[in-house]
């Protein structure tokens, strides 16, 4: 896909997270928008997926580590053709197969259910080693906040992963500088990241803007040549990208917007939408 498509889905992606978030008065905005243009690249252009048959034995997997940022992988999801996209609109809802984290037994293409925060790495690790001992191909990609590789199981899991040599494993770490309770590097800082997956013998690519789809085709690319040892991906990007009043701001980590913020960010992905089209 040419990367002004990939560029329109991120759009429709945001524009998804925002309207589910916004109709389940809950959820995790911040994180899901920084999140949008990998999840794009991920499901559109990087894994070997099909939605017709999301329980093919060679498809590669995907592990949101970082489950709290649901929406954005289900909007996703949902724009690649898992399940319909009106169903956004139902997350957290009562009765509704989309809860609050990704649950692998009820959304068709969730891999695994997760967001006991720390503990998707070590699934995708322990798939990533099963592949090698059955010698298959598929390859296991998850992504990890930057608040979330505060907990020492992500170091655990990285030991064995470098340790077994799993080079069928991509460690993306979403560093938007923010968490929860603030900047990341004011609670409890894990700089530098690079370093540390280094010393845990991964291959480590810096992305200085994850939400570039150039850079991050450059950094995937460059991470299935890699042999011998698994890849970290280090991406920086804008928390609450794509929405003005969200971007950068703490407060948007776990926060729906009212319908006056939720006419607002539709207008700010509107206008991003039009002026991709007159590319």
């Known amino acids: 896909m040419e990367k002004l498509e990939l560029q329109k889905v991120a ?36 894994m070997n997926i099909d939605p017709k048959d999301p329980k093919k034995a060679d498809r590669d997997r995907f592990v949101l580590s970082k489950g709290h940022t649901a929406p954005g992988l289900y ?30 037994k009820h959304i068709p293409g969730v891999d695994m259910s ?12 322990g798939m990533a080693l099963s592949a090698k001992l059955s010698n298959d191909s598929y390859r296991v990609y998850t992504l990890l906040g930057d608040g979330e590789i505060q907990e020492g199981q992500v170091w655990e ?21 923010l968490q ?27 992305v200085a ?11 995937f690319d460059e991470a299935k040549a890699t042999k011998g040892m698994p890849t970290a991906i280090v991406m920086k990007t804008v928390k609450g990208k794509g929405v003005s009043f969200m971007e950068n701001q703490a407060g948007w980590h776990g926060k729906a917007p009212n319908d006056e913020q939720y006419a607002q960010a539709m207008e700010d992905l509107e206008k991003v939408g039009e002026a991709l089209c007159q590319k």
């Open 11 to 46: 759009n429709e992606v945001r524009k998804g997270i925002v309207t589910a978030v916004h109709s389940a008065k809950a959820g995790h905005p911040g994180g899901s928008l920084s999140a949008a243009d990998l999840f794009t690249y991920l499901y559109f252009e990087e």
């Open 75 to 104: 909007s996703v999801l949902a724009n690649r053709g898992y399940f319909p996209v009106e169903d956004l609109k139902t997350l957290r809802h009562l009765g509704s197969y989309l809860q609050g984290h990704p649950d692998m």
């Open 114 to 125: 997760s967001g006991s925060l720390g503990q998707g790495i070590s699934a995708a690790v």
């Open 157 to 177: 899991a990285a030991m064995f992963a470098g340790f077994r040599k799993l080079d069928n494993l991509v460690v993306i770490v979403d560093n938007n500088g």
């Open 180 to 206: 929860i309770d603030g900047p990341i590097d004011e609670v409890c800082s894990p700089y530098p990241i690079d370093k540390k997956f280094e010393a845990f013998n991964f291959h480590v690519i810096n």
């Open 209 to 219: 803007d994850g939400n570039d789809m150039d850079q991050l085709k450059a950094a």
